[in-house]
């Protein structure tokens, strides 16, 4: 009987209660679509991290990261590679040769990481083809070819077709250096890497590396990038090769890269965050709706308790009503966030405007939103909790009403 009575109490007033519904369902709108867009612009930062620069696992010799010495190669390559090959949980991989050097131009120079790769290979575990803006791809059968980010290139005032000339270390630490000509620029959408970078193939950095009388001996190795099939079983194939490997070590990128973790746990609590702060703001509109019931109802609620309705049913009646009218707006507000964040999934969002600025924290310009459908639970039990916390107020001053008086009220 008490909830059909406070359900027919919200509609005494239809306009007041429509226009607190509406507030509730846009406000729950408000918050998924924030949380959607946080959660993307998270996992874009991650997925492009993943693509581009750390790959799921890195394999490198135990001191290389502390030393980053061109002697410190992975070893034994060839049984490695075909370990990884017969793993069914290992979709591709890529075996790099790294070097730190500096480019040079006829108009300046930069510190970079010379990154020799197999193109093929490196295709299959990044992004790179796919984000050359300007020249092509390695092009089979031609030597000392290099890629350059668009944003280095633009620094060092060079172009398609121009030459640059790398100087590094070589394998007997003697200064070294090689002509390459600009065959393809690419931008990652993550300025930072596109401007610490080249990459060369992983043969011509090899006959640079190794002293005129060793030039045909293999190319050193000192990383390799591997993605799994599944994410999640990151961790079991991680182990694994460390297990049939033991003198060399594996790190996932969570390892490699603590703050991708940290985003990470971030997107659990992001969507919490923006939940909180918006069902803070409705509280105070809850509370205002519901004592202006309260208040225009003195004599009603007086009439009850003189009659015999007592101060607790007078106080789980309010409730109800706050309850109940809080949850009117819940599945319009549910309906349009999950709308929103599953067309902004399949199309993205433009952000194109703020490129410059998105690129330099290693962001892309078209947000994919994204969202655990556990939100959807955590809005409909925020809601609940927020409309009785809103109730309590109100309620409480219905009770305080003395009969005599709330009758005789005008």
Known sequence: MLPILAWRNIWRNPTRSLVVILAISMGIWAALFMSGFATGMIRDYIDSNISNVVGHIQIHHPDYAREKDVRLQVDPLPGLEAFLASQPQVRAYSARTLATGMVSTANGSRGILIQGVRPDQEAAVSNLRQNIREGTYFEEGRKNQILLGKSLAEKLHVKLRSKVVLTFQDLEGNITNGAFRIVGLFHSGNTPFDESRVLVQAGDLGRLLHPANQSSMSDPVHEITLLCRDPDSLLAVQKTLQSAFPRLLFEN??????????????????????????????IFGIINTMMMAVLERFRELGMLMAIGMNKGRIFSMIVMETVLLSLAGAPLGLLLGGLTIHYFKVKGLDLSAFARSLNQYGMGTDIRFDADPGVYWQTAIMLVVTAFLASLYPAWKAIRLKPVEAIRKL
């Open 253 to 282: 990128y969570r390892e490699i890269a603590p703050e991708l973790e940290l985003y990470e746990s971030q997107m659990k609590s992001v969507s919490l965050i923006y939940l909180t702060i918006i069902m803070l703001a409705l």
